[in-house]
């Protein structure tokens, strides 16, 4: 089965320092991942995601995302940090089940920006 | 419209009642999800419809029931339910079931509480 793990539960990082939250993945065949953002009480809201082509992938809101098969990782990342950006982030991947998409999410990490 | 509506934002119930969440999308998606989601926690995925039809069943207790009246609505029946059920109730959909697309829209959720 396809997962993901998110090894940090908390990150904490200064307003307008650079950010990065890791993902890692466990895949057989093409990996198909995502990033997603919740803040408190609202549902998940789509970033970026990787499919093929371009290990960089650029999503809403300022993030990157380095897809790194050698490291099976892909680490989500932000030049320069907001308070704004406070919320939880959902690492996920995309599985199918007997021809059906599922979308199964890491474990979440909870960012603060420190002003 | 890029929207997945949930209503109600907020329900409370007890053991005995029955009461039902609604889910409504207009951007001709095929695929609709419902997934339960506990405080600070991913989301878990109960179901999924792919053209109407159920396709996933992740072993959800029968006092939930899921019904996709046409491709724009999803509803979740709920009877006889358990203080444990108390969570965020979550709607996603996305395109086509089997594109590789893969990016699900959620709506804001319902939050259910059982006495």
């Known amino acids: 089965a396809q997962s993901v793990a998110q090894p940090e539960d908390q990150v904490n990082v200064a307003e307008g320092n650079p950010l990065t939250v890791k993902c890692t993945y466990s895949?057989?065949?093409?990996?198909?991942l995502f990033w997603y953002v919740q803040y408190p009480n609202r549902g998940l809201q789509f970033l970026l995601k990787?499919?093929?082509?371009?290990?960089l992938v650029k999503g809403s809101y300022g993030f990157e995302a380095e897809f790194n098969k050698s490291q099976t990782s892909f680490h989500l990342k932000k030049p320069s940090a907001l308070v704004s950006d406070s919320a939880l982030y959902f690492c996920?991947?995309?599985?199918?089940?007997?021809?059906?998409?599922?979308?199964?999410f890491g474990t979440g990490t909870k960012l603060q920006v420190i002003p | 419209d890029t929207e997945v509506t949930q209503t109600p934002k907020h329900l409370v119930m007890g053991m005995t009642n029955k009461k039902s969440l609604k889910c409504e999308q207009h951007?001709?998606?095929?695929?609709m999800y419902w997934y339960k989601q506990k405080a600070k926690k991913p989301p878990e995925l109960m179901f999924v419809?792919?053209?109407?039809?159920?396709?996933i069943n992740e072993s959800v207790p029968s006092r939930f029931s899921p019904e996709c009246p046409n491709s724009s609505l999803l509803n979740l029946h709920l009877h006889a339910l358990q203080p444990e059920d108390s969570a965020l109730y979550l709607c996603?959909?996305?395109?086509?079931?089997?594109?590789?697309?893969?990016?699900?829209?959620f709506g804001e959720g319902s939050r259910l509480t059982v006495l």
């Open positions: 990787y499919i093929t082509g371009d290990n």
């Open positions: 895949v057989s065949g093409n990996p198909y």
């Open positions: 996920a991947v995309r599985d199918m089940t007997g021809g059906y998409q599922k979308v199964t």
């Open positions: 419809y792919s053209y109407e039809k159920l396709s």
């Open positions: 951007m001709g998606h095929r695929a």
């Open positions: 996603a959909s996305s395109q086509e079931p089997g594109s590789n697309t893969g990016e699900l829209f």
